[in-house]
């Protein structure tokens, strides 16, 4: 791809023009300069005082909808002085490809926000995918590039824009490389978790488990991309005994994630069937961040066992060995659940407590955060749902906060989810919420003197 070309089709490259300043650089990755923008100062709002766990405060403006990314990235920045966001251009539709969102920065200390990158990679559940590299210093998120999203890097000092050769669902946590399903094909099985289609062009199209598709791991020292496990090394590592049960049907990848500890990525996988048999026939698996021993720690059976839905959200413990997911191991009520990372050691959580929504737990697993669906039996008489608290060592619970979040006439895609985050220090939690109407924005929760 030369110059004009990456001008013409990542909205990066529209600020470029303005730049006159684009290059491509030895390893294959472009650059462009962006100009900086203006840091905007204004007052965050205290959350219902009085009426909450710890001190509640909205962190982001009025001027617009915005989200953090999700539950399981830590929008604060490694110093923990700012906060990454995306600014929706609007939130009544679905963005189609060239609707451009924006990727801010909160100043927490000085209560300023200031945009620092505008993008066509974005979707209504994860915003941009920004994440924060090791320091302050540079923000990652995703743009469309011809007709592939990759990876887009802005450095923060120089306000120079790198792009990569390859798409952005979670970064390694030393800052090496980034992982990704082709994000146009996470799309396939769930809108809002990837990147727009291109509308006059047909969606790509295969069936089965190619072996040329799948998770690609994109080195971002040498800008080298490589398929690190391929949707057909998966299928391999289903029992024989199921593989018959998946006929017909077209797998696609997820969710992956690297652990804390940069040894292992989980990956849930899917199966979409024409007749749509079994919804989604979603699995996890993990292996080593090398592609090889690859595990399945969920298998399909019970991930669909128990209420709908019954298997969401696995995640990481901040072991690394662990994972921990919402599943319905008794086929009836969902819970808070513990694993390995090959499946084994399987417990519960919490013996009298209900699962729901988006969990983290803190390193010591002494306190476990959650919010909740709608559909779930959390949901006040205004529609307002929880930001839960539990200690997990005397199994109780302690709601931080109510929260309204669209109502349940909101549209499954377009729903507003709190995704509650942990700060890096285990002390707040971050999450999003709703104004009147249905305009999104981002709250911080202050636990520092209830944990």
């Known amino acids: 791809m030369n110059r004009r070309e990456f001008i013409s089709y990542t909205s990066a490259g529209f600020v470029a023009i303005m730049a006159s300043s684009c290059t491509q650089t030895g390893s294959g990755a472009w650059k ?10 204004y007052k965050f709002r205290p959350y219902r005082p009085g009426q909450t766990l710890g001190k509640v405060m909205w ?33 009544d539709r679905e963005p189609k490809l060239g609707d451009i969102a924006d990727v801010c920065i909160i100043d927490l200390e000085n209560e300023t926000i200031e945009t620092v990158y505008a993008t066509k990679g974005w979707g209504v559940q994860l915003g941009a995918q920004l994440e924060w590299g090791t320091t302050d210093r540079y923000i990652y998120t995703n743009d469309v590039i011809g007709s592939e999203a990759v990876c887009v890097r802005i450095d923060l000092e120089t306000k120079e824009v790198k792009a990569f050769a390859g798409p952005k669902y979670h970064m390694a946590p030393d800052e090496s490389s980034v992982i990704g399903f082709p994000l146009d094909l996470i799309n396939a099985t769930q809108h809002g978790y990837g990147v727009p289609l291109d509308a006059d062009k047909s969606p790509r199209k295969y069936t089965g488990a190619p072996s040329n598709e799948g998770l690609w791991r994109t080195d971002l020292k040498t800008n080298k991309k490589q398929l690190l496990v391929s949707l057909k090394d998966i299928y391999d590592n289903i029992p024989d005994s199921e593989k018959s049960y998946y006929d017909g049907g077209t797998f696609y990848f997820f969710h992956s994630k690297f652990n804390d500890q940069n040894t292992r990525i989980s990956l849930v996988v899917r199966c979409l069937f024409p007749d749509k048999k079994g919804g989604p026939n979603a699995q996890l698996f993990t292996f080593n961040t090398d592609g090889s021993n690859i595990l399945r720690a969920v298998p399909r059976d019970l991930w669909a066992l128990g209420v709908p839905f019954a298997g969401v959200h696995p995640n990481w413990h901040p072991d690394g060995e662990r994972i921990i997911m919402n599943l319905s191991p008794d086929g009836k009520d969902r819970r808070f659940c513990q694993f390995k990372y090959d499946g084994s050691d399987f417990k519960i959580l919490s013996k009298t407590k209900l699962g729901s929504g ?4 803190d390193p010591e697993s002494h306190y476990l955060i959650a919010d909740a669906y709608q559909v779930e039996p959390f949901t006040n008489e205004h529609d307002e749902t929880p930001i839960r608290l539990l200690d997990l060592r005397k199994d109780e619970e302690r709601t931080v906060c109510m929260i309204f979040t669209g ?22 939690v971050c999450f999003n919420g709703s104004l009147e109407k249905r305009q999104r924005q981002v709250l911080i929760a202050d636990l520092s003197d209830v944990l």
């Not at 462009?32 to 100062?41: H, I, L, M, R």
């Not at 377009?414 to 285990?426: C, S």
Request: glycine share 2%.
């Open 32 to 41: 462009c300069a962006v100009p900086k923008y203006k840091k905007t100062s």
């Open 358 to 361: 988006h969990m983290r737990v």
């Open 407 to 428: 109502g349940k006439e909101a549209r499954e895609t377009l729903r507003i989810d709190p995704h509650v985050v942990w700060d890096r220090k285990y002390k707040k």
């Open 59 to 91: 962190v982001t403006p009025t001027d617009g909808a915005y989200l953090h990314t999700f539950y399981d990235i830590c929008p604060f920045s490694p110093s923990q002085r700012y906060l990454a966001v995306t600014k929706f251009p609007f939130e």
